[in-house]
DNA sequence: TTCCTAAATAAGAATTGTTACTATTTAGTA
DNA sequence: TACTAAATAGTAACAATTCTTATTTAGGAA
């Protein structure tokens, strides 16, 4: 991991107002330095062979206080349950980033996006999906 | 729900060999008509109404049997447990189907797309995610 | 139609990922 | 160095999902 990263955690944090703790440090260390996309488990199961009595409970802690200071995200639409969907027409989706609110859209041009060169080499692209976020009607004018 | 979706569900069940059971055409019934993503248990709940002894077990097999067909899928990546990501620049992903394996990738072009009109009712864009999906070199090579 | 059998179900127990509780420890400050 | 609020470890609780087992049923055969 980059030294820039860190100083932008350290700075980040501090404007948060959160304490500095070796577990901290570590568990974004740790996550800062990979590019996969690892879940708690993996993450507590590689911070402990540095820190051997860090809990589980401190990583989903840190992690979830680390999200909610924007230095990490996380994949899908926000946790919580599965959902399912019984559109298998291509389509795409907006969703709120407030409530969650997830709606279907059509869209020609998303169902065939150019491939970037990139992506070439990690494999072959079958379909593409678009998700656009943003604040539903609703919830704006809720707020 | 359209009479065709109906009668597509009934052709690929038989197609896979299952059985049609009231259980397995009220749970489609309830999924398929409705354009909201509902979980589990709102499906289980809805379903309770027609049938009252439906367990909430007979919904999840049900569910995960009509993906295995085809008939719906699910949103998000592959459910299981929550990733996470410290990338927080701007940045799309390369998913593979099979192992679920998630690539970060750089777009100028995908960070900023046309917003379609009807998007233009449901809310205020503020980000675009592409989620190219395919088979992953090496998924491709082990087969 | 009635019978048969493998498949599907209901009910509840078990498992798994995540969060909460509480006594102890520690970062940041005086 | 001492103080105090915040953070931690350890464990218990919780919620979503899956498994186990005895019972029921769809679909085919007689």
């Known amino acids: 991991m980059s030294e820039q990263m860190m100083a932008e955690m350290l700075e980040k944090l501090r404007e948060s107002g959160v304490k500095l703790t070796h577990q901290r440090m570590e568990i974004f260390r740790e996550i800062a330095g990979r590019t996969d996309h690892p ?5 507590y199961e590689c911070v402990r062979k540095r820190l051997p009595t860090v809990s589980l409970d401190t990583v989903y802690r840190t992690l979830s206080m680390l999200k909610e200071a924007g ?3 996380t994949l899908g639409p926000n946790q919580d349950r599965l959902r399912f969907d019984a559109n298998i027409a291509p389509h795409h989706h907006f969703v709120c980033t407030k409530c969650g609110k997830t709606e279907d859209f059509y869209c020609e041009e998303f169902n065939a996006l150019r491939v970037p060169s990139d992506v070439l080499n990690m494999g072959i692209v079958e379909h593409s999906h678009v998700e656009l976020r943003g604040i539903c009607s609703e919830c704006r004018r809720s707020n």
């Open 39 to 43: 879940d708690a488990a993996t993450i």
């Open 71 to 73: 230095l990490i995200s």
